[in-house]
């Protein structure tokens, strides 16, 4: 039973990632042959402004309801149907904008519920969350990599039926994988537990640290891309070497992220995400040969994977009883909503006005930004274990 469990957390995290990974990396080519770059850019925004308000509210309505199972089901189902719907309203900016809205406010919602679900399975058995979540990534490249093929052979419009059709396993898949239990029985647990958060300064600096890496990590997303493609004279093959080392670097890292965050501390873990950006950073500063920055890539196993793992498991962990579901939308939503909403915004301005160099040397000032917040992370943590060890009485949704 222990290994069967684990077996299908492995398989949705590979079947929903191949699913996304099949949509989301050709949706800009789509619009391309459709819209002109502003309405692109219009498009591109909408995924932003869902992360930041989708998440966070479907994990309330699930931590009120105290059915995540059946919230995840309709978002995961809807936001699938959505998104094979976009391909019939690309006639119309306007529709397309309503229905890559919806679609995506629909789909964001299902990651973390998903990490909800394997969170509760992982510490029901003892397990690592880590080696589920690297699955995720193996999922993400195989089909980004498998749905190019078939858009090469047959068009771009199979990308839709691929992401449409990888809904059925994994529909399945999350009627087989263990419903998160609610971890208190109180109807009011919810309302209680976002009363907590108030109190809760440890979260708070948390999710500060996350906006800042995340607007780092989006900026780097949106522009390294381009300017490894300048640099190259317009190697589209270094774009892709880019891309798969990033990816691997993501396996090592979600395979011992929970040994690490055992053996070091959740702060050291994410002390060492931010040296690893501190390097990347600085070397796209001064980057003259673009082939020299693969090496720096696969420090983005450190950047993201160690980093990712690490703020899921604490705010899982350390979440008020009741809300774990709402909390872990924030995390996702000051990750991927408010920090890539940012990057956007900004990185573009600061590229296209004053070059590339400038705006890696920008985006490195967020490091010691990001360190004062781990620092004010690191002493809530210690007041709060204080708190506790003095009060060993106090109940969790304190």
Not at 159 to 175: D, E, H, M, R
């Amino acid at each position: 039973m222990h290994l069967d469990a684990l077996w299908l957390a492995k398989a949705a995290y590979a079947t929903f990632n191949f699913g996304f990974g099949a949509i989301l990396i050709f949706l800009p080519v789509y619009f391309n042959a459709y819209f002109d770059k502003f309405q692109i850019g219009v498009l591109q925004t909408l995924p932003c402004i869902c992360s930041m308000l989708a998440p966070p509210l479907w994990g309330a309505i699930s931590d009120a309801l105290e059915h995540p199972r059946v919230v995840h089901v309709v978002c995961y189902v809807s936001g699938s149907l959505l998104m094979f719907g976009v391909q019939n309203v690309s006639d119309s900016f306007a529709w397309t904008c309503v229905l890559f809205f919806l679609a995506q406010f629909q789909s964001k919602p299902a990651w973390t519920l998903l990490d909800q679900a394997v969170l509760a399975l992982v510490a029901q058995l003892g397990a690592e969350y880590g080696k589920q979540r690297l699955y995720g990534s193996i999922g993400y490249g195989l089909g980004a990599y498998a749905t190019g093929l078939v858009v090469t052979n047959y068009g771009i419009g199979w990308a839709f039926t691929i992401s449409l059709g990888c809904c059925v396993p994994g529909l399945a898949l999350l009627y087989m994988l263990p419903s998160p239990p609610p971890r208190v029985s109180s109807a009011t647990s919810f309302a209680v537990g976002v009363r907590a958060l108030r109190r809760r300064y440890d979260l708070m600096a948390l999710l500060s640290f996350v906006v800042v890496t995340g607007a780092m990590g989006g900026i780097i997303s949106a522009f390294l891309a381009l300017d490894l493609y300048e640099l190259s004279d317009g190697s589209a093959h270094i774009v892709g070497l880019a891309t798969v080392c990033e990816t691997l670097s993501e396996l090592p890292a979600f395979y011992y992220a929970d040994k690490l965050i055992y053996r070091l501390g959740t702060v050291n873990v994410l002390a060492m995400a931010l040296l690893a950006y501190g390097a990347r950073l600085a070397y796209y500063a001064l980057m003259t040969n673009a082939w020299y920055a693969l090496p720096f890539e696969l420090l983005h196993g450190c950047t993201y994977g160690l980093a990712w793992a690490a703020s899921t498991k604490y705010v899982y962990a350390e979440a008020p009883a009741g809300t774990e579901g709402f909390v872990l939308g924030l995390l996702s939503a000051v990750q991927g909503g408010v920090g890539r909403s940012l990057a956007t915004l900004v990185g573009g301005h600061v590229y296209n006005a004053y070059g590339a160099r400038y705006l890696w040397g920008m985006t490195s000032a967020g490091v010691p930004v990001a360190f004062l917040a781990l620092w004010l992370f690191s002493k809530a943590t210690t007041m709060r274990e204080g708190i506790c060890e003095t009060s060993p009485l106090m109940e969790r949704s304190a």
